[in-house]
């Protein structure tokens, strides 16, 4: 795929940290997340992923992992065709903020000011990410927005949005960035062309089906490998729903032979998706469940 969307790795995260969905309610779930043991790994893991799917499109981009320092969690250094660019993350956890509130730290916004301006002083750009309660925090979090709003260089993450990000794993990452940067790309949209929104299962075992062809060479499936790959596929518990599917076995790239048994045909499935089969596994080589996942994150299937 071609990027058709020429932003730098900054701007890449700054809409990976706008990810909308999520409600402030969800964001209860930052309770249990610690910050030196759940949420810097986290995050820096996300940058991570980021960086690695940039960079399997862009051979110009290098990344570098700086060290946490005073007012950084996560500090993300990059050289890029255009620009040298240092972009640090601090978070702030419900625990923190949970303390706050209650009057046991009163210095935290002037400490929260301290740590901008000495970070600033290293950085291009500074994210505060809030991982915490939105409706428990939300006077905090107006507090710390009203006290540093249009403050130079700075963005706040508000706790839906965080959220968003946090809980997304690596293949969620590589499948945004993709998306991003190649929304134009002649290849993805056609392959998004193929997917019909009103009818996800169909969509995923087509996927299903054209995996284990590319990736193990196996045509011949039985109805037990059918429905192994339909659970596989679809996340649910059993198959009792692939008989609707198997009216028009063609859909899914399949023929039937030996009186019940199925051929998965190569002719039969589109070629958009064979075409991002094969320049998602040259970026990022999977086995056959890792592979199916991808796509289907990549084509909005999950």
Not at 145 to 153: L, N, V
Not at 165 to 171: A, I, K, L, N
């Amino acid at each position: 795929m071609f990027i058709t969307r020429f932003a730098t790795p900054a701007e890449t995260l700054s809409e990976l940290l706008s990810i909308p969905g999520l409600n402030e309610t969800d964001t209860a779930r930052f309770k249990s997340a610690t910050h030196d043991k759940h949420l810097c790994p986290t995050f820096q893991k996300r940058v991570s992923a980021m960086m690695d799917a940039y960079m399997s499109h862009r051979s110009d981009v290098h990344n570098t992992q700086g060290p946490r320092d005073n007012g950084i969690d996560v500090l993300l250094v990059y050289d890029y065709a255009v620009e040298t660019r240092r972009v640090g993350l601090q978070i702030k956890s419900h625990g923190e903020i949970a303390k706050w509130a209650a009057g046991n730290d009163p210095n935290f916004v002037k400490t929260l000011k301290a740590q901008y301006a000495a970070a600033t002083q290293r950085v291009d750009d500074y994210y505060i990410v809030l991982c915490t309660d939105e409706v428990v925090h939300s006077r905090q979090i107006r507090t710390i927005c009203s006290e540093m709003a249009g403050w130079a260089r700075l963005k706040i993450v508000l706790p839906r949005q965080a959220l968003a990000c946090f809980e997304m794993d690596d293949d969620d990452v590589r499948a945004f960035v993709t998306r991003f940067l190649c929304a134009d790309d002649g290849v993805l949209k056609a392959a998004l062309a193929t997917v019909d929104t009103e009818r996800p299962y169909e969509s995923l075992m087509r996927l299903a089906c054209l995996c284990r062809l590319l990736l193990t060479a196996q045509a011949e499936l039985t109805d037990a490998d059918l429905q192994e790959l339909y659970v596989r596929a679809t996340g649910q518990q059993d198959a009792q729903c692939l008989p609707d599917l198997l009216w028009d076995p063609q859909s899914l790239g399949l023929e039937v032979v030996n009186g019940g048994d199925f051929r998965i045909d190569l002719s039969s499935l589109p070629r958009p998706l064979c075409a991002l089969f094969y320049d998602s596994l040259v970026r990022h080589p999977r086995d056959e469940d890792e592979m199916l996942n991808y796509l289907a994150r990549l084509l909005g299937l999950h």
